[in-house]
């Protein structure tokens, strides 16, 4: 089977390029075997244009959101399901200097798209332990991405174009105009592995760092919270009465699984924020890739041309992700240059 581009792996990152991929005509393939620690398979999804202690833009926020939905809604229109949810986030503010910079933000011509002096917080308002005062994140949203991911996956193993195995990398041989991977023959293999990519004995000199998160899924009965709530944690509204409360943040981990600790942490941060019952559902964990610089991986390796990356999307790909992807897909068919912030020839 000959084609143009061997994928490797289909969480977010993959799902996106092989869209785009597809869209420019291009034949693909697809190699994944559904890992169960992937980040795709916990991630919420949120779209946070205003993030941090200093309340900062998200890094080129202005450009991506606009491409972000535009993306998600044509996915929805290829599979007849909604991913994209716009949706604000309200945030607690601790203490009176919090209360000040939020307000000196929402001042900023810059900043009055996304902030919002008062805050709504709606089915939340006696719920919640009281904080110093809150402010309102708008334009922000909520993708599913476990729903996209495995909506596609299902789409890909359909048309045949998707192999549900682990990419033994020792069956991957470097043409002189290509790869040959068993019976596939391909100009390019695109490696979006997540957090596998530190595994990957080409790419594993980019400087990955593991990161695992802990989420859980509770059931608030009757809370009909329709809005994210930030109070160090986050509270993200899934459907009925269930809710993504996470995520923990550990450097230091044996495994991708689930720990007490990690459990015992959010249920307490849950407490200190509801003044409601909630029933803990599911606990679950994945890893995630995450970079120094927090800008994604894209290019090729600087020996072997054959060989391209598209990775490190973090925890900011529901943002990240259809820009990026669009722009390897731009690269990959068109030869247009990379933008040097992502390129991987920064390291």
Known sequence: MKIDYLIVGQGLAGTLLAHFLQEAQQRIHIIDNAHQGAASKIAAG??????????????????????????????????????????????????????????????????????????????????????????????????????????????????GILSSTVFDFEALELLENGVRYKQIEARKVIFCEGQRGIYNPYFNYLPFNDCKGEVLIVKIPSANFKRIFKHRIFIVPLQEDHYWVGSTTDWEFEDALPTKAGGKFLENRLNDMLQIPFEVLEHKAALRPTVRDRRPFLGVHPEFSQLTIFNGLGTKGASLGPFFAHHMMQYLVHQQALDKEVNIRRF
């Open 46 to 159: 949120v779209i946070n244009p205003v993030t941090g202690r200093r309340f900062v833009k998200s890094w080129r926020i202005d450009s991506l959101i606009p491409f972000a939905e535009q993306t998600y809604r044509a996915l929805e229109t290829e599979d007849n399901i909604p991913f994209y949810h716009p949706i604000p986030i309200v945030r607690s503010l601790f203490n009176s200097g919090e209360e000040t910079n939020w307000l000196l933000r929402s001042d900023e011509p810059s900043y009055q798209q996304y902030i919002l002096e008062d805050a709504d917080l709606g089915a939340y308002k006696g719920r919640i332990r009281p904080s110093y005062s809150y402010g309102e994140v708008a334009r922000s949203a909520k993708v599913d991405v476990p729903r996209l991911v495995e909506s596609y996956r299902e789409q890909y193993l359909q048309q």
